[in-house]
């Protein structure tokens, strides 16, 4: 054996010695599985939206971007308060795992299903129904963008009620640390959600030209499919997660006690981030269309890189939550410390090909040379907020699968609706600095948000937050 070849089976021995530690092993174990559905998630989000961009009518282009970047904001608020309440789902039933109270996930399963439907869901997607022109009059709509977006809204909306129930069967399955099962079934659906926006955005194949309006019953269509097979494989009982509708069902005040206590300061916390978020992006849609849209593609292009932060900090709170309901509380730590350091690495490599490709990723979803150098240059900011976010992200996780859920929302009222907003009234309104000025905002934002979270881990109290 030459000695080239041994040091290439040194370097091949020390990979696979990494991969293997035991707390690594477990942390990749649960990863993997979300990071693929999230980034791939992102990447059909991201071929959406560059359908769009690409329609032959470039004002129409711009309008249909410009109208789902504004329609998603208040979506959003809708979804992270349904998250919000799955974080306590997730939290209580990688307790319940760790400590070996199997008999208890189902109910909480069940509990966090039927009040994110009833509670959240239904609710918010009448709502949004009835007042869409006065949404997104709210967000700052052109005439253009309202054209587009009204139907498109009213669709989506829709479909966020199937789309809670996928978000809470999957938010148990990785409580569990089942993350392959959610994985496999939203790449399915999000991939035939790709195939339904081409056929639909731009009428091949006979089906209709519905432009935007083609794309929200795509991706309504394809929530219906995820939740559909989410809901046959826990009813099934294959998983420790199950549904067995024989079972009565009767609330459990201790579950709700959980759930509110985990739950109520997530939900405050998502209510803030996206309060702050649609303010943020109300002023930047004061800009105008064109520079709005070259916002909605660097938003675009910045969900690919959340990604490896949300997909490490479920894996946190998946193995903290569970080392804790075993009363490993060093182990918890381990966990969580890992999980930093891996997404950190990951993070920092999608910095870089923001910072020096930039024009080249923009362009994939627009030749208009104005959006190019917009959306390129908020890349570079983008790329500077990675380390501070993923860090954030991570150790967030962390302290939520613990059940402590006070300081994220402390850090996040901060950091967005102060800082962010304030600041991005000053640069751009003020000072007159343009999309460039809102993206300072974001970074400034997001150091403050990673200050407050990672002071909070330091202190160690997390590790005590009794639940019931």
């Known amino acids: 054996m030459t000695s080239s070849e041994c040091e290439k089976n040194d370097k091949k021995t020390k990979v696979l010695n990494w991969l293997k530690a035991p707390i690594r092993a477990d942390v990749l174990n649960i990863a993997w599985p979300v990071l693929v559905e999230l980034l791939l998630g992102s990447l059909f989000g991201m071929i959406d939206m560059m359908m769009l961009g690409r329609i032959s009518d470039k004002p129409l282009a711009a309008a249909s971007v410009a109208a789902v970047g504004m329609t998603n904001q208040p979506l959003f608020i809708g979804i992270s308060l349904v998250q919000a309440l799955n974080v306590g789902g997730t939290a209580m039933v990688a307790r319940y795992f760790g400590s070996n109270q199997k008999d208890k996930i189902e109910t909480t399963l069940k509990h966090v299903m039927l009040l994110s439907l009833f509670m959240l869901a239904i609710p918010l997607s009448i709502l949004g129904i009835i007042f869409t022109d006065s949404i997104l009059n709210f967000m700052g709509a052109e005439a253009d963008a309202l054209q587009a977006g009204r139907v498109y809204f009213k669709v989506v909306m829709i479909g966020f009620m199937f789309q809670s129930l996928n978000m809470s069967m999957s938010a148990a399955l990785r409580g569990i640390g089942e993350t392959k099962t959610p994985m496999k079934i939203n790449l399915k659906a999000n991939g035939l959600n790709v195939i339904g926006n081409a056929l639909l955005i731009y009428g091949l194949i006979g089906f209709p030209k519905l432009g935007v309006t083609g794309a929200g019953i795509s991706t309504t ?229 990673w200050l407050f979270v990672y002071a909070r881990f330091k202190t160690g109290h997390w590790k005590y937050t009794k639940l019931r």
């Open 221 to 449: 269509l394809s929530n219906i499919v995820a939740s559909v097979m989410l809901f046959r494989y826990v009813i099934k009982g294959k998983s420790v997660v199950k549904l067995n509708l024989r079972n009565r069902f009767k609330f459990d005040k201790d579950i709700i006690f959980n759930l509110i206590k985990i739950g109520l300061p997530a939900s405050l916390e998502q209510l803030v981030l996206r309060t702050g978020v649609l303010l943020f992006v109300k002023i930047v849609a004061g800009l105008g269309t064109v520079v709005y849209a070259s916002h909605q593609i660097a938003l675009n292009i910045l969900g690919l890189s959340f990604q490896p932060g949300q997909a490490f900090g479920i894996s946190a709170s998946s193995l903290v939550g569970r080392s804790l309901g075993a009363h490993e509380l060093s182990k918890a730590e381990a966990y969580a410390k890992e999980t930093r350091k891996i997404g950190s690495m990951i993070s920092t490599f999608m910095a870089i090909i923001f910072f020096f490709f930039g024009p080249q990723l923009v362009g994939l979803y627009s030749n208009d040379p104005a959006i190019i150098e917009n959306a390129s240059l908020a890349l570079k900011i983008i790329a500077l907020v990675q380390p501070f976010q993923s860090s954030q992200f991570i150790l967030a996780g962390g302290l939520r699968g613990a059940g402590d859920t006070f300081w994220p929302l402390v850090g996040t009222f901060t950091g967005v609706l102060l800082v962010r907003v304030g600041l991005a009234y000053v640069f751009v309104k003020v000072l007159g600095y343009g999309l460039a000025g809102a993206w300072m905002a974001v970074f400034v934002d997001q150091f403050v948000r």
